[in-house]
C-alpha cells in the first residue's frame, strides 16, 4: 500500500530544512511510505533578504524543494510540519500557510490524519515546548491525531540539546545562525518520521 507523508516546513537559515530531510529520510523507511517536502511560501520582502547572505544561502540550499498548496493537504495521508521557534510559538510564515486551510477544515480534509511537528530554536529553553505544543491546536481543530515521542525512545532520555516528547526539535545556540543536528537530535527527527508513517500506515489499511 502506498502512503504519502507531506513535510510541511519553513526555514529561514536551513536548520529547520535540514530537520525536514532526517524526518523525510525517516518517513522513507516504512514500506510504501512516501515523504512529499514542500516549504511554506515566503513572507521576507526580497530587497530584505538580499541583504542577509545567510538567508540567500539557506534558500539556495532548498531551490529545488517545491512550495506547498492546499492540495498537499488534502491528498497527504499523514503530516510533519517543521518550523522555527519563533517566541515561543511558530513562524508567521507557517502560521499564514495554515490560516489559509479554512475551507479544508470545512471539508474535513485532514480529519482522522496522524501528524507531529519538529522544531528549531536558538536556546534551550527558548520555547521549543510551546511551539510544539501550541502548533497542536491547530491541528486539533483540523481533526488530526496528534503523533509524539514516547519516552521508550533512548536519544530522548540520552539527549542534552533537542528533543521533546511533544516532537522533535534542535537547539542551534548563540554562536552561528546555523548548526548540524546532534546524533540524537537527527534520530529523534528520523524517529518522529518514520512513526507517523507507520500510525498512517495502521490507520489507512484498518489494520
Ligand atoms: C523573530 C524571531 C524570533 C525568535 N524567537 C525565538 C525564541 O523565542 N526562542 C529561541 O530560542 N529562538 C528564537 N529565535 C531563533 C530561531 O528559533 C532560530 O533562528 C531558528 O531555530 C532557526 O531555524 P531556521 O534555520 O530553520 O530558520 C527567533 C528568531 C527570530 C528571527
Known amino acids: 500500500m502506498e502512503i504519502k507523508i507531506l513535510v510541511l516546513y519553513y526555514s ?33 520582502p526580497e530587497s530584505i533578504i538580499q541583504k542577509k547572505p545567510d538567508i540567500v544561502r539557506a534558500q539556495q540550499l532548498q531551490k529545488d524543494v517545491p512550495v506547498a498548496t492546499l492540495d498537499d493537504l488534502k491528498e497527504c495521508d499523514g503530516l510533519l510540519i517543521g518550523t522555527p521557534t519563533r517566541f515561543g ?20 480534509a485532514l480529519i482522522g490524519k496522524p501528524a507531529g511537528i519538529f522544531t528549531s530554536s536558538v536556546s534551550l529553553h527558548g520555547g521549543q515546548e510551546s511551539t510544539c505544543l501550541s502548533t497542536m491546536l491547530t491541528l486539533l481543530h483540523h481533526g488530526m491525531i496528534i503523533v509524539g515521542i514516547p519516552s521508550s525512545t533512548q536519544e530522548l532520555m540520552k539527549t542534552s540539546t533537542g528533543g521533546t516528547p ?19 537530535e537527527k534520530s529523534l527527527c528520523i524517529f ?9 500506515k495502521k490507520l489507512k489499511c484498518n489494520c
Open 12 to 44: 529561514m537559515y536551513g536548520n529547520v530544512f535540514q530537520m525536514a530531510q532526517q524526518v523525510a529520510a525517516g518517513i522513507k523507511q516504512v514500506q510504501g511510505a512516501q515523504p512529499v517536502l514542500r516549504k511554506v511560501p515566503e513572507l521576507i
Open 89 to 108: 510559538n511558530m513562524c508567521s510564515q507557517m502560521r499564514n500557510f495554515l490560516d489559509q486551510t479554512g475551507s479544508l477544515w470545512l471539508q474535513g
Open 166 to 184: 511533544y516532537g522533535a526539535s534542535h537547539v542551534v545556540g548563540m554562536q552561528e545562525n546555523f548548526k548540524p543536528l546532534s546524533e540524537e
Open 192 to 200: 518522529l518520521g518514520k512513526r507517523v508513517a507507520e500510525v498512517a
